[in-house]
């Protein structure tokens, strides 16, 4: 390989490597404080609900209801996950793509919705029975999400 292709090689990967940013740089410092409505509140059990506008952590396997609707928001399963290894240094953050499935039992409606973490290769959230669900957070082992549940 001659010079000058060489070059714009690395070129290309410096341009890369500076561009695609990291998950890190984008969390917020440790010292901001989220209001009470946006604080995660986690659910160990069926029997937790959410007000529409706040946010829900929950386990691999748990469900929420939402507790103004008769929905229920359940984290079924990571289904893929390609981000960067804690203490790596990678040139693309990655993504992981989580399954939720929303039910309205009263009206025996069920869907499944796959979550992409940045939305590069997937959406990020999925309206279901005037409800809509963003992904905000998956932990760094994907057993745990946090999930906003707002008005559709």
Do not use: Y
């Amino acid at each position: 390989m001659d010079l000058k292709k060489l070059l714009v090689v690395f070129c290309a990967l410096a341009g890369l490597a500076c561009g695609a940013g990291s998950s890190a740089a984008r969390e917020q410092p440790a010292s901001a404080q989220p209001s009470p409505a946006q604080r995660p509140q986690p659910a160990s059990d069926a029997q937790n609900s959410v007000e529409l506008g706040e946010t829900v952590v929950l386990k691999t396997g748990d469900t929420t209801e939402v507790a103004s609707k008769d929905v229920s928001i359940r984290f079924a399963r990571l289904v893929s996950d390609s981000r960067c290894a804690t203490g790596m240094v990678c040139v693309w953050e990655g993504e992981a793509v989580v399954e939720l499935t929303l039910a309205e039992p009263g009206r025996g409606e069920r869907t499944t919705a796959a979550l992409a973490s940045t939305g590069r290769g997937g959406r990020q959230s999925v309206e279901f029975a005037a409800c809509r669900v963003d992904l905000v957070a998956v932990s760094s082992g994907g057993d745990q999400v946090t999930l906003r549940v707002s008005k559709a």
